[in-house]
């Protein structure tokens, strides 16, 4: 059997490698497709797929070719032209890869693998589509859960019709095999190799800081008002963002000087924010908070921001380790070898609290004010109510900011451990049971369906 893995952002292994690595153990021949068509110096160029960077590079297997495509055109008429290969797999719909022109004599199979609520999300950008329907296309959809599935059709329910008719059974055969991020190499790193790794001193565990995502391209009148006085007054430094680009930038004191003045004026205007700012609830005071819980549990500091985003300058004063990470390297990926030393995780409605949860690490989720969620659709996806992703029984905990501000600091790391039943309930709910693998249950289904 020959399955297409199409790479259009070289974190894409993120998913796909458990699952390649299955069907390279069962001997399927796997071809991994990258799109060369991203700009290095795009906001995300540092995403870009090189094939030098795939974790399967230099594995030397007989049944493993990666195939470069220049630009979109050569990849859509190699996917048409391909009559031997029984499946294509992708993270996103057909329609996001091939173009309307060649859609239309498309006549195989195409594999859908969950990556997080974007995959109902992003269902959005097809609703206004004028063009032809991929109703020529066997669609597979693999979800982590069940009950992920089904949130995914009350969310569309709710607010995009369209996504529920995309992914009725007459369009889309759907079949959940858990969350593909993990699979056995999850189990054999070495928390002392990691550790000497990042330099974190030998026997110590670590809590593991993921920065608020604060953007200037969030322009919501309310939203953005908070989101200045929680991180944007606080940011001093620039993340490099092009193909290779690792560095950390400060921004010239008078840009720095004419941003801060702008953002206190749209503060001003806005009564949420002005109270944040009056009571300094923000990410400095957070970061002091969980410096001072660190000392007091004997816990290393580990930030690991996202590339595209900027953060406080107070992080990077009170951290003891910033892990840049361009995502170029999975399976394991960084966040998930820091895991194996982390004895608590914490962010701002990060969808990482699925591997921290199955990677038996607590999660503090940390609770921003509804001002935050202007739109709906991002609203549905950060639920806080009880046993839901960001507020699950003794495994993941809901703080509101500024309670975490006032007590962490004296607090004892015991208050946050994790319970194992709800451990299992959280991964039942949201990611699956670690046997059997995401990538068994993917290739025992492809081979069912390899006739169909």
């Keep these: 059997m020959k399955t297409v893995f199409l790479v259009n952002r070289i974190n894409n292994y993120r998913h796909f490698a458990p699952l390649i690595e299955e069907g390279l153990k069962r001997n399927h021949h796997i071809e991994c497709w990258h799109d060369y068509s991203l700009p ?21 297997h007989p049944s493993l070719e990666h195939v470069p495509f220049e630009n979109r055109k050569t990849l859509n008429a190699g996917i048409v032209s391909r009559n031997d290969v029984a499946f294509f797999v992708s993270l996103s719909p057909p329609e996001f890869i091939l173009d309307p022109e060649w859609r239309m004599h498309f006549k195989g199979s195409w594999c859908i693998v969950m990556h997080g609520p974007d995959s109902f999300k992003e269902i959005k950008k097809l609703e206004q589509e004028d063009t032809v329907p991929a109703d020529s296309i066997r669609k597979y959809f693999f979800p982590y859960t069940e009950h992920l599935f089904d949130l995914g059709m009350q969310f569309f329910e709710q607010l995009l019709p369209f996504g529920k008719k995309y992914f009725s059974p007459a369009g889309t055969k759907v079949h959940a095999i858990g969350c593909s991020m993990f699979g056995p190499a999850l189990r054999n790193i070495d928390p002392s190799a990691v550790r000497r790794k990042f330099g974190i001193p030998e026997g110590k565990n670590i809590l593991l800081y993921l920065p608020y995502t604060f953007s200037d391209s969030k322009k919501h009148k309310a939203s953005f008002a908070w989101q200045a006085a929680f991180a944007g007054l606080h940011i001093e430094r620039k993340t490099g963002r092009e193909f290779g680009n690792s560095s950390f930038s400060r921004t010239p004191y008078l840009r720095r000087l004419s941003k801060r003045i702008a953002y206190l004026r749209r503060i001003a205007a806005e009564q949420e924010a002005r109270t944040w700012l009056l009571n300094g609830w923000n990410e ?36 003891d380790i910033i892990i840049d990470d361009d995502e ?23 969808t990482a609290v699925i591997e921290s949860a199955f990677c038996d690490v607590p ?12 739109d709906p659709h991002q609203h549905f996806w950060c639920p806080v109510t009880e046993n839901s992703l960001f507020s699950f029984r003794k495994a993941v905990r809901n703080v ?16 946050y451990s994790m319970d194992s039943e709800s451990r299992k309930g959280f991964m039942t709910h949201f990611s699956g049971p670690e046997n059997p693998t995401a990538g068994e249950r993917f290739f025992d289904f492809l081979e069912n369906n390899l006739s169909s």
């Design 363 to 374: 999660f503090i989720n940390l609770h921003c004010p509804d001002a935050l969620f202007y």
């Design 40 to 60: 290095k110096d795009s906001a995300k160029g540092y995403q870009f797929p090189d094939i030098a960077k795939s974790p399967f590079h230099e594995c030397g």
């Design 400 to 415: 509101p900011i500024p309670d975490l501000i006032r007590r962490m600091p004296t607090e004892n790391l015991s208050l």
């Design 328 to 350: 170029s390297q999975q399976y394991p990926s960084k966040l998930q070898e820091l895991f194996s030393i982390a004895s608590l995780c914490m962010g701002y409605f990060s």
């Design 284 to 319: 400095p005071a957070v970061i002091r908070a969980v410096r001072a819980f660190c000392d007091n549990n004997g816990l290393h500091l580990v930030v690991k921001p996202r590339r595209k985003f900027d953060f406080s300058e107070e992080v990077y004063r009170k951290a």
